[in-house]
């Protein structure tokens, strides 16, 4: 799986590159990221777009599922 970031962060055309697996795979590596630095806790927030706040919860609840303590803003 590629997934490309720009300036402004991971952004794609959704169904194609903006995909829930796509969620997952960067959730799972973020949530790694996290954990092999010892923090327990993370905060995960979302814009206005269309299916922001679907995409974030799903995000959300892929670092939950990793053990970590999420607050969704």
Known sequence: MRIRFGTEGFRGVIGKEFTFDVIRHLAG????????????????GHDTRFMAETFGRAF???LSGMGLEVFCW
Do not use: S
């Open 60 to 62: 959300a609840a892929h």
């Open 29 to 44: 590596a973020y949530g790694l990221f996290l954990q092999e630095r010892g923090e327990t806790r993370v905060v995960v």
